[in-house]
């Protein structure tokens, strides 16, 4: 039976037309509906997926615009959250560094370095060994902090807190000697006592003539030990 649709008797019709055109009315009508082709391809293709890319695209940089406010507010947030007491913990920290080094000077000098308890019977043993010369006063010095303890703030009084050093601190002890006596004895004194294998460290050295041959020396030598308090002198 003999397929008589209407949509094949309409190809037909459409075939039957386009055979009996001229070979340039062909090329316009190709011509044509390439051009419909190609235009309903855009409209439901490509244009469509343009618009998608174009969408993409804004929320894409309204994203990262919205993450930059976010990391600028992190920031600022983190700015105001800054530890008040930094500073004084840096300073601390510096102490307490500082400290550590002295102690570690300190160990290096144990051997050698005269003990406050020992240091006034080491500068009488001395003098015993030069007869010419006299004791005149021996006398102990307030022991100083090595390192200064960290100042008090405006307005705060100071107290056993901010006088003393977190961990301890290392004490100078000095000790002030006068002796009276001819020039080359004094000179005999100090050179034994530089020379002697307990040191001492030396601080401040004075001479005055009294009446010649007798000249006064008055001389200031430390030693360092942990203790802030002289034992017996």
Not at 74 to 81: C, I, P, R, V, Y
Not at 183 to 193: G, I, K, P, S, T
Not at 210 to 225: A, M
Request: proline share 6%; aromatic share 6%; hydrophobic share 40%.
């Amino acid at each position: 039976m003999a397929d008589t649709s209407p949509l094949k008797a309409r190809w037909q019709g459409w075939s039957s037309r386009f055979a009996a055109m001229q070979p340039r009315e062909k090329h316009l009508i190709v011509g044509a509906l390439a051009v419909a082709i190609l235009f309903g391809g855009y409209s439901f293709w490509i244009e469509p997926g343009q618009q998608q890319t174009a969408r993409l695209k804004k929320s894409l940089a309204q994203q990262q615009t919205e993450q930059e406010q976010l990391n600028a507010q992190l920031a600022g947030l983190k700015s105001q959250n800054t530890d008040p007491d930094a500073a004084n913990r840096a300073e601390l920290q510096r102490l307490r560094d500082q400290l550590a080094a002295t102690e570690r000077d300190l160990k290096a000098f144990d051997r050698t370095l005269v003990a406050p308890t020992q240091a006034p019977a080491l500068l009488k043993t001395l003098l015993t060994r030069h007869r010419g010369l006299t004791l005149v006063s021996l006398n102990t010095l307030a022991p100083q902090p090595l390192i200064d303890p960290p100042a008090a703030k405006e307005g705060e009084k100071p107290d056993a807190t901010t006088a003393s050093m977190p961990g301890g601190n290392i004490y100078k002890h000095g000790i002030e000697i006068k002796l009276a006596g001819n020039y080359q004895d004094l000179l005999a004194y100090v050179n034994e006592l530089e020379a002697s294998p307990q040191k001492l460290l030396w601080g401040n050295l004075r001479l005055a003539v009294k009446k010649h041959p007798v000249s006064e020396l008055t001389l200031i030598v430390y030693t360092l030990s942990l203790d802030s308090i002289w034992l017996v002198v």
